[in-house]
């Protein structure tokens, strides 16, 4: 066997990756993967070699240097989100979740689904979505259908199976939801009596209300409505002490430069910590006050 294919039989059977994300990763069919590892691939054995081996580099880099991945921490918002959501799904009825980009809205709904993987679906609208599109994925995460019927035909089967089912319909970024789609929604809800949660931007409000009142049956059954607000210092608290055990009381600096953003947050904590590795130093409120300003200047924010 030859080095590159030992390297990548080990890589395997360490890090148990299929071969077919690692032919996905490079570029070619899991097939071509498994005839190389075989010996028997006909094709250009040194392009695929020249793909592995980049492959494999970085993802060398990448365990050796990983990104700090920020778990679920029940902070004020998420808290909020999942009383929210959980109201929503008990009572079958349309609740809607607003608030800036960044502040964990997406992280707290998906966890609020992971809680009850059978009974909710989560969808991550977005913009061009259509309706077919939109209905033939509740009707996959649901039932299992391919979602290649047509839309009337999957609408209907949902109000169908959806009664009394007890289930909950979670879309995310709704705001990239046109008026047919939302209209849709709201069938399904009226048909069904399904939980609902719509979650986005301070624009889904809006769009909701409807120009010359086109969505005033959608809005006139939505029954709660919530803004959500930027992380409290508390909040910053909480998620470096389950984020950075190691960061001896810097939490305050994070608080002071990530302006209540999570998602700002999350990239200071990563950078942060990939800096302190590499001088081989703790983790200090200067580290992090250097990071911040950085990355504030590179996006030209104040």
């Known amino acids: 066997m030859s080095n590159m294919r030992q390297q990548l039989q080990d890589h395997i059977e360490e890090e148990g990756t299929s071969q077919t994300a690692i032919g996905k990763a490079i570029g070619y069919s899991g097939s071509t993967i498994s005839q190389y590892l075989d010996g028997i691939y006909k094709g250009d054995v040194s392009a695929v070699e020249t793909e592995i081996g980049q492959y494999l580099a970085l993802e060398s880099e990448r365990r050796a240097d990983p990104k700090v991945r920020i778990p679920y921490v029940q902070i004020t918002s998420a808290k909020k989100v999942y009383d929210f959501s959980r109201s929503a799904h008990r009572d079958g009825e349309i609740c809607v979740i607003t608030g ?5 809205k997406t992280k707290a709904l998906e966890h609020y689904q992971s809680k009850y993987p059978k009974k909710v679906a989560y969808l991550r609208a977005y913009k061009g979505m259509n309706v077919k599109t939109l209905v033939g994925k509740l009707h996959q995460t649901f039932f299992g259908g391919n979602g290649n019927g047509s839309r009337n035909d999957m609408v209907e089967d949902l109000c169908v199976k959806l009664k009394d089912a007890n289930r909950c319909i979670v879309i995310d970024q709704a705001e990239y939801l046109n008026l047919t789609a939302l209209e849709t929604l709201r069938e399904i809800h009226d ?3 399904c939980g609902m949660v719509l979650a986005g931007t301070e624009n889904l409000r809006e769009n909701l209300r409807g120009r010359n009142k086109s969505l005033a049956q959608i809005w006139s059954r939505v029954r709660r409505i919530i803004r959500l607000d930027r992380l409290t210092p508390e909040d910053v608290e909480k998620i470096i002490h389950a984020a950075l055990p190691e960061a001896n ?5 994070f608080s002071q430069h990530c302006n209540g953003n999570a998602r700002l947050l999350e990239t200071f904590i990563w950078r ?4 302190a590795g590499k001088n081989k130093t703790a983790i200090t409120e200067e580290i992090v006050t250097k990071v ?4 504030k200047d590179a996006l030209g924010i104040a």
């Open 191 to 193: 048909a069904s009596e």
């Open 272 to 275: 942060v910590k990939r800096v």
């Open 100 to 104: 800036d980009p960044g502040l964990g």
């Open 292 to 295: 911040a300003r950085q990355h």
């Open 249 to 253: 009381g810097a939490w305050k600096a």
